[in-house]
């Protein structure tokens, strides 16, 4: 009895080894198809790939942009072959005398088709995260009282200013997905807890404070290299600053301060694209909700009026916005981009003394990227105009106090420009592989009023000078680390404002 229990308990161990050689064996059939199918890879952002069958452009050694579209042609056919697969495990499970060859053409091809849907999968991202020491003072009556906050100490800030995680399907036959959530300063964290000496009650404490905001949410339906049209959450590509936002996209620390004052940055809508490549030029025109003008103000002019602070996006008025870029010259890119749309009836505050005033925007701006003998160049020139400022301040300083307007007064004309330039010192040490060090220096001015209406105040300190100087260090294509010095420079009755800042970011797909 004991002997024919052992043999027993050995016949039954044999066969789980067998199920479980079995399984491991299709484990490892589905995972190498997966690796021959899928090109798993970490994708530098810069190269051109953006998922959901975007053409993003870079200039080679040719001065032709590198175009790479990601839509493919061939039909993923994914659905019904988990189950197929499942079930095909089950029944191997409970035969195990009678095992599939994973070789059968049947079987190949099934995980084939597995491979495939997996493949055209896009996850990726960018991020970053920053020290700065700011050498002049944090208090909010700073410009108000310059004189008193001359020799302040100086205050230091840890920031994580960007944090987005990208998630992208290509389904074939040219239809795409993609979505980006976006993490800024660290998200947000809140949490209610029960106060023992405050007779029991409940308490909100803010833990963290930062925004969640879903970037980009879209479908894309592309007919060619030439039209492609994508609906749903998109990004205005009105500037440089919105169309390359992505840290390995500028050298300072921080984005560019001018057009991450006076515009949304990065600015993102619900709305219809259309888009397109033929020979040297891309073009994409936009039909968009216009502006909210409640949240129009001083320092930031038109920027608080994107998105909605409500569960919903005010469309009482719509906009339209576009962009064109030219890559005919070697190594360069000249892009030229607007918007115009109404922006004072967006508001859930309605006032029939105001309806007859539009609060149209209308923005132009122009820039330019090159690219080629170790140096890197960029610039910009933003101008954006404000019909009726004098009304929207009028308006926004009458709302209720637990209004999001800022109730501060309006200009009816904003300004930024900006310029900057690295050289790759390590062309010359000898560092021939992927390794880049740019020495860059930076100008920009921008000033949120520069032109108020009679009778708008006009905030002297909204008109700043910054210039910066710094490194950056490329060990791979995707990640950077930055070092900066700058200062702003202000009128004469107010303080300059020198910082130094240190940063570590990256910018990649890691997937393909």
Request: aromatic fraction near 14%; charge should be negative; hydrophobic fraction near 35%.
């Amino acid at each position: 009895m004991g002997i024919a229990g052992g043999w027993a308990s050995f016949y039954l161990c044999a066969d789980k080894i067998v199920q479980a050689q079995i399984i491991m064996k299709r484990l490892i059939f589905i995972f190498c198809s997966y690796l021959l199918s899928a090109n798993v890879f970490i994708a530098n952002a810069s190269d051109g790939k953006t998922s959901g069958g975007e053409l993003k452009q870079q200039q080679t050694g040719s001065g032709l942009p590198e175009w790479q579209n990601t839509t493919s042609s061939h039909e993923i056919s994914f659905s019904g072959h988990e189950n197929r697969m499942s079930e095909n495990s089950v029944n191997n499970l409970e035969k195990p005398d009678e095992p599939e060859n994973p070789e059968r053409p049947e079987d190949l091809a099934r995980m084939m088709n597995f491979a495939r849907a997996i493949s055209g999968l896009s996850l990726g991202g960018y991020g970053e995260a920053a020290y700065t020491r700011n050498f002049y003072s944090d208090q909010w009556q700073r410009y108000s009282n310059a004189e008193s906050h001359k020799d302040a100490k100086s205050h230091g800030r840890f920031d994580l200013p960007h944090v987005v995680f990208l998630v992208g399907y290509d389904f074939g036959k040219g239809w795409t997905f993609s979505s980006e959530i976006e993490f800024e300063h660290g998200g947000t964290e809140s949490a209610v807890e029960i106060e023992a000496e405050e007779m029991g009650e409940y308490e909100s404490e803010i833990e963290r404070g930062g925004e969640v905001a879903l970037e980009q949410f879209w479908i894309q339906k592309s007919f060619g290299r030439a039209f492609n049209i994508r609906m749903g959450h998109i990004i205005i590509p009105v500037g440089l600053t919105n169309q390359y936002h992505m840290p390995t996209e500028f050298f300072t620390v921080y984005r560019p301060e001018g057009e991450n004052t006076i515009f949304p940055c990065t600015w993102h809508e619900t709305g219809i694209s259309l888009w397109g490549r033929t020979k040297n030029w891309r073009y994409e025109a936009q039909f968009l909700p216009g502006l909210d003008a409640d949240r129009f103000g001083s320092e930031g002019f038109i920027s608080g009026g994107a998105g909605s602070p409500y569960e919903f996006k005010i469309a009482n008025a719509y906009a339209g916005a576009f962009r064109l870029d030219n890559y005919s010259l070697k190594g360069l890119r000249i892009g030229l981009s607007g918007y115009y749309g109404h922006s004072f009836s967006n508001s859930l505050t309605k006032n029939v003394r105001y309806k007859d005033y539009k609060g149209a925007v209308t923005i132009g701006s122009v820039d330019f990227h090159y690219s080629g003998n170790n140096i890197i160049a960029r610039g910009h020139f933003d101008w954006g105009h404000l019909n009726d400022s004098e009304e929207i301040t009028r308006f926004n300083k009458s709302l209720q106090s637990g209004s999001p307007s800022p109730k501060t007064p309006v200009a009816s004309d904003a300004v930024a420009t900006g310029i900057e330039a690295g050289y790759n010192l390590f062309a010359h040490i000898g560092k021939r592989d992927n390794r880049k060090l740019y020495l860059f220096g930076r100008y920009e001015y921008y000033d949120s009023m520069a032109k108020v209406e009679p009778g708008i105040s006009d905030y002297g300190w909204c008109g700043k000078h910054r210039m910066a100087a710094g490194i950056n260090y490329f060990p791979i294509r995707e990640i950077v680390i930055k070092a900066e010095y700058s200062k702003r420079f202000y009128k004469s009755r107010y303080n300059d404002e020198p910082s130094v800042s240190f940063g570590v970011a990256y910018a990649g797909f890691f997937t393909r």
